[in-house]
């Protein structure tokens, strides 16, 4: 049996579990199985090999996409430049375990988000600063898209502001904006990020990496302003299918 899983905290529902499960089946890959590996600690992570599972390929979510890299024996450059995994490529040669790591995020989020660009899309304001961030920040570096980060952190770093600094005059240049927080995903479907929505327009594109629910709070009101929104459904679909790839590579 072929063994692929997630890494993660508090799995509950998994995307990547259900869409290879259902991919599995539909290609009958019977002596393939998709399993979700919940770690209270990133420290557990060498023992799921402990089982005697032929483990070929990992998914991995927050909280661990910075932490698992240190257990890593090659990073693709292109995550490390982002500083964060959400997938990793297990060989073996000679009963030894070699393990690399990519991330895939970047792919999803750049194929999800581009088609809704135009032209007058020149700088974009992410929420959040977390792990989900990195990749957007790379792309928006690779794409030469200006971007500020809104923080709740006590210290705010270089290209940082407050959420109480978001403003009408910010939002007049800052036509993309994209939500990199949990804030708004089930069951808390009521809660969105503290934002002045009035002052968003038709001209703002508004991207929520939540898919659950499929319309978040944050993209109710983006839509209610006229803005053009899309959820993070489409993204996890494009990054998992790279992740494929990359393992059968």
């Known amino acids: 049996m072929k063994t692929f899983g997630l890494i993660g905290h508090r799995l509950g529902y998994s995307f990547s579990r259900n869409f290879f499960t259902e991919k599995f089946k539909q290609e009958n890959l019977t002596d393939h199985e998709y399993v979700n590996f919940e770690l209270d600690s990133i420290d557990e992570f ?14 991995c979510t927050i909280p661990y996409k910075q932490q ?10 292109e995550a490390a430049q982002i500083g964060a995994v959400n997938t990793v490529k297990i060989t073996y040669n000679n009963g030894k375990r070699f393990l690399k790591g990519f991330n895939t995020d970047i792919y ?11 032209a007058k899309h020149k700088k974009a304001l992410i929420l959040g600063t977390g792990g989900a961030s990195k990749a957007i920040k790379h792309l928006f570096d690779k794409l030469q898209i200006d971007y500020l980060s809104a923080t709740i952190e006590e210290q ?14 910010l ?15 089930f069951p808390k479907v009521d809660q969105c990020p503290d934002i002045p929505y009035q002052y968003i327009t038709k001209d703002h594109v508004c ?12 993209l109710k009101k983006a839509k209610a302003q006229g803005a053009k929104t899309k959820n993070g459904l489409e993204m996890l679909h494009l990054q998992a299918i790279k992740a494929w790839e990359i393992w059968n590579s």
Do not use: W
Request: hydrophobic residues 35%; contains cysteine.
């Open 108 to 118: 999803g989020f750049e194929h999800s988000l581009c088609p809704m660009l135009e």
């Open 171 to 185: 939002l007049k240049e800052y036509l993309i904006i994209i939500h990199a927080t949990p804030v708004g995903t």
């Open 156 to 169: 705010c770093f270089d290209k940082e502001i407050r959420y109480n600094q978001i403003n009408e005059q």
């Open 46 to 59: 060498p023992g799921i090999f402990d089982h005697g599972a032929n483990i070929c390929g990992l998914n």
């Open 207 to 218: 991207f929520d990496l939540v898919y659950n629910p499929e319309e978040t709070l944050f």
């Open 68 to 77: 698992i890299m240190s257990f890593l024996d090659e990073t693709d450059p």
